[in-house]
């Protein structure tokens, strides 16, 4: 374990220092931790802008038929465990819910990848640590497209500003809509395609996000999207027209969501009212290890000599770090 995290540091430090040079938006983010989390095979996350909490989905549901979502604070410890009933009875395939958002006065929607819907989630009891939210027979429902399989919706995101929302297709094709005039009491909405992410060059979409919803609203790049994509291990700023503004590597942290590599990647993206984005990570057919990365948004970033003399630093604490690690472990 301790020179899994070694290793993982290692990569996180030298990573950071290489987005150094990243233009845009963001190349303002270096990163502010990165924590394993109780929630397994996470797969969407969304920021609660109300309580200042994080909520995060697992895809995959029980033999009951029940989903299991985590929540937690902003520096990654869970606060409660969340609970939805009903998975199974959505129909004869897997139920799989694969992204999140917050809407305001305690209500999420969730975005079901299989059958291309998304539902209005309310809390409906509370005891100790542990939260209810509506089953899925009872979440008003909007379709976003037909039956997909697993290659559908697979990430949504909510503009609090416009009331708009926007989901992405996973593949086959990679689809961006923009979802407007969305009424959850008759189920309708008005569902476009943005533009074509094609050009992006992603393999595969994995979540989008909004900026407008916290401190960047009214700023010139406001109106923009993250969109990430898990398999290429990339975070775009894109218009709403397809255009990529800025870029932010995350190869760096293979060695730590994908230590085995058995297909471990990022799901899901949200940002908080200061900017700050959040990422979740599944562990594909791995060690089963979800992970919550926080990267922090500043608006002055070191030069390319103080990440120099960083990282060198930080690479004399791993090697001090490794030969404690090889002494415990002859000891053992």
């Known amino acids: 374990m301790k020179t899994t995290l070694l290793r993982a540091g290692i990569a996180i430090f030298a990573f950071t220092a290489a987005s150094a040079n990243a233009a845009g938006l963001l190349g303002n983010y270096t ?65 799989d819910p694969e ?51 697993n290659s559908g919706l697979e990430g949504i995101a909510y503009n609090r500003m416009t009331g708009d929302y926007f989901g992405v297709k996973e593949t086959s094709s990679q689809t961006v809509w923009k979802i407007s005039g969305v009424d959850f009491v008759t189920e309708t909405a008005t569902v476009t395609s943005l533009f074509n992410p094609a050009a992006l060059g992603l393999n595969r979409l994995s979540d989008i996000a909004v900026l407008s919803n916290g401190k960047f609203a009214g700023t010139s790049y406001g109106d923009n999207l993250l969109i990430l994509s898990g398999r290429s291990f990339k975070l775009l700023e894109v218009t709403q027209t397809g255009t990529v503004v800025s870029d932010y590597d995350l190869s760096g942290f293979k060695s730590l ?59 004399l604490v791993g090697g001090a770090m490794r030969r404690r690690c090889k002494a415990a472990t002859a000891f053992a």
């Not at 931790?33 to 029980?62: C, Q």
């Not at 990647?265 to 200061?274: H, I, N, P, S, Y």
């Open 31 to 95: 990163v502010g931790f990165a924590k394993a989390i109780d929630t397994k095979e996470a797969s969407g996350v969304a920021y609660n802008w109300d309580t200042n909490r994080l909520m995060v989905t697992n895809d995959e549901e029980e033999k009951d038929g029940t989903s299991r979502f985590g929540e937690y604070d902003l520096d990654g410890n869970k606060t409660a465990d969340i609970v939805l009933s009903g998975c199974l009875s959505l129909g004869s395939a897997q139920c």
């Open 99 to 149: 992204g999140l958002t917050y809407v305001g006065k305690g209500k999420y929607v969730v975005a079901e990848e299989r059958y291309q819907d998304i539902a209005l989630l309310s809390q409906i009891g509370s005891s100790g640590g542990t939260r209810t939210y509506t089953a899925y027979p009872d979440a008003p429902t909007i379709s976003i497209g037909p039956d997909a399989g």
């Open 257 to 315: 969501v994908d230590p085995t590599n058995a297909g471990g990647k990022f799901e899901g993206v949200t940002l908080d009212k200061a900017g700050n984005i959040y990422l979740v990570s599944d562990d594909g057919d791995g060690p089963n290890q979800s992970y919550l990365v926080k990267l922090t948004h500043s608006s002055a970033m070191p030069e390319p000599a103080s990440w120099a003399m960083m990282v060198a630093g930080f690479g």
